[in-house]
């Protein structure tokens, strides 16, 4: 079942001129995922500023058209005082900018974004919750309990104009919202563009090549991947793992790099640190994993392994199980569980004729409700449902 689309309308021309302003914290972020919102922006003639943490993509966001203010944040910690801090920083800056809309990206860009919006008296409001991260992957009481105070948070900051963007209809349950709420859109994700990656032939096998594509964190389940494919290969299973990915130093569930290192000991395991052609990486292994703990929006990730048209291996948690279905796309298995993992390896290691159709699955999954141009339509009918007059 593809995700719900909003109906069509027309969009007004008096929107030419208005001014948008993206907060979110680190503008790679911005750059890997949101280009196509800022596109779509440009398509109705807004006026478009980021604000974000500049380090090395300032340039990339100006050539597609946008004003750039850096906003330093720090998004490791939710600390109020320096939460405070940024949000009187912006307030200013939205003033000064005069800006109509804010559109704040992920969850502390939301908590600081929001109160900024209301000190600088700015109503119109687009809240995206990316997924919730490591606030998400916890399930003990202090996990439901800082869930607790982000929902009561952003209550806080909703107005009457604020509406809500999701990857997965999971999350909006979080804010205490219904996904078919007249407030909540469901978005592809950043979406794909399907033109651009595309399916190639699969390598020869065996072995078979499973390759995680991902920031090297915890939440991420990586160290569940290692241990599953260790486990297959004691069975005699000719599997090998790719790490592609960086640890990343804002996030407190970063790995460390002599932990990644020590992987790359073991045989069949390979980190290769970040990559910047993806659509290589998928030429030449056969499955996707991410076998994530949970606080995911829509893996990038698993869209961008789909429409390079191959099989994805995931675990049943928000956003992971929006794009794939067990047996269809790939296989779906419980969170922290290695022992399942390294059982669908092995099984996939024996059918490649499954991965193949598998594969064929996701590619076909993608063209509908995932792709670039889906994603901008949607939000460009959001921006002229929230700045109609």
């Known amino acids: 079942m593809s995700l719900p689309q909003p109906p069509s309308a027309p969009l007004s021309s008096s929107l030419a001129g208005r001014k948008l302003a993206f907060i979110v914290t680190e503008d790679w972020f911005f750059v890997s995922h949101f280009l196509p919102m800022l596109r779509a922006a440009k398509e109705l003639g807004l006026d478009v500023t980021v604000v974000t943490r ?6 990339t966001i100006e050539t597609e058209g946008a004003r750039v203010v850096p906003l330093d944040a720090e998004r490791r910690s939710l600390n109020p005082m320096a939460a405070g801090y940024a949000a009187g920083q912006l307030a200013a800056v939205l003033k000064s900018e005069k800006i109509d809309l804010v559109h704040c990206i ?8 929001g109160t900024a919006a209301s000190m600088a008296g700015i109503g119109s409001r687009i809240y995206a919750l990316t997924g919730l991260g490591f606030l998400g992957a916890r399930t003990d009481i202090v996990g439901r309990l800082a869930q607790r105070a982000v929902r009561l948070l952003i ?4 107005t009457a104009r604020t509406r809500y963007i999701f990857e997965n209809t999971d999350d909006p349950r979080l804010l205490g919202l219904n996904p078919t709420d007249p407030r909540v859109t469901i978005v592809g994700g950043a979406g794909i563009d399907p033109d651009i990656l595309k399916p190639e032939p699969l390598p020869a096998s065996p072995p078979l ?9 915890w939440s991420k389940g990586i160290d569940v991947a290692v241990e599953a494919v260790q486990r297959a290969r004691s069975r005699g299973a000719a599997i090998e793992l790719s790490l592609y990915g960086e640890p ?16 790359s000991e073991e045989s069949g395991i390979v980190w290769h640190g970040a990559t910047r052609d993806v659509a290589a990486v998928w030429r030449d292994h056969h499955v996707a994993c991410l076998p994530s703990r949970g606080g995911e929006g829509l893996p990038r990730t698993l869209l961008e392994a ?22 269809i796309e790939g296989r779906i298995v419980p969170p922290n569980d290695a022992e399942a993992l390294a059982e669908v390896f092995v099984a996939l290691s024996e059918r490649p004729d499954r991965i193949a159709q598998m594969g064929e699955a996701a590619r076909a999954r993608v063209l509908d409700g995932f792709t670039e141009r889906q ?15």
């Open 375 to 389: 994603v901008m339509n949607a939000v460009k009918r959001l921006y002229a449902e929230v700045l109609a007059p």
């Open 209 to 217: 090549k499973v390759a995680v594509v991902a920031r090297m964190l």
């Open 306 to 327: 789909a429409a390079c048209g191959r099989a994805i291996v995931t675990t049943d948690v928000p956003g992971c199980r929006t794009l794939v279905r067990d047996g």
């Open 248 to 263: 990343d130093p804002s996030n407190p569930k970063a790995i460390p790099d002599t932990t990644l290192r020590a992987w």
């Open 106 to 113: 992920a969850l502390r860009s939301i908590l600081v974004g």
């Open 155 to 158: 209550r806080g900051l909703q």
């Open 54 to 59: 500049v380090r090395q993509h300032r340039e």
